[in-house]
């Protein structure tokens, strides 16, 4: 059976079909979003990697439909989550990133304009062709944060560790922080 989420058809035939999408993918299936966490984890030393991250579980629903009664106007309604493996920019540890989309999208083509419907988005269509699969790991990489950092103090070794305890690491601006404490 053909995975409906590498299809290819229409926005019109997507939403005309009325198709529910339930999605349980492994990040290895998804190569955008897959290469910016191993870049992300690029960082780590080899032996601190987690070595199953590409097997990090997609999951939610695309549920395609029309926004307007004429079925002019193709939507589809997006929740995604995962949680995949980052480095905290605190820390410089891996660790558990949850991220999660949920947004009502108009399906619509290069510069069309609608009026009327501020509570969804526009996801403009650059080709006739959509492939969900290219909803959802779009929304994930927007979901991702700019700086990824643990949200819980305890797990940061950065923030849980006492000053005194924390390991000397140099700083790039601690030669010029010395120079102006002595030119003080």
């Not at 997507?14 to 492994?26: D, L, N």
């Not at 009502?104 to 062709?129: A, F, N, Q, R």
């Not at 690491?169 to 922080?177: G, I, N, Y």
Request: glycine share 4%; proline share 4%.
């Amino acid at each position: 059976m053909a995975n409906p989420l590498r299809d290819r058809r229409t926005a019109a035939n997507w939403a005309a079909a009325g198709q529910v999408i339930e999605i349980a993918e492994k990040l290895s299936g998804f190569q955008q979003l897959a290469s910016i966490v191993e870049a992300d984890l690029a960082a780590l030393d080899s032996a601190k990697t987690p070595g199953h991250w590409r097997d990090s579980l997609i999951t939610g629903s695309l549920e395609f439909g029309f926004a307007d009664a004429r079925g002019k106007l193709p939507q589809v309604r997006c929740s995604v989550a995962a949680t995949l493996y980052a480095v905290c920019q605190r820390c410089l540890g891996p660790f558990e990133l949850a991220v999660e989309s949920e947004v009502d999208l108009l399906l619509l083509g290069l510069e069309e304009v609608v009026e009327g419907y501020e509570d969804h988005e526009v996801w403009e269509l650059e080709e006739s062709m959509l492939r969900p699969l290219d909803i959802v790991e779009e929304l994930l990489i927007m979901a991702l944060p700019f700086s990824a950092m643990h949200v819980d103090v305890a797990s940061c070794t950065a923030l849980s560790v006492e000053p005194d305890e924390r390991e000397e690491k140099t700083t790039p601006f601690a030669a010029l922080r010395e120079q102006m404490t002595q030119d003080q």
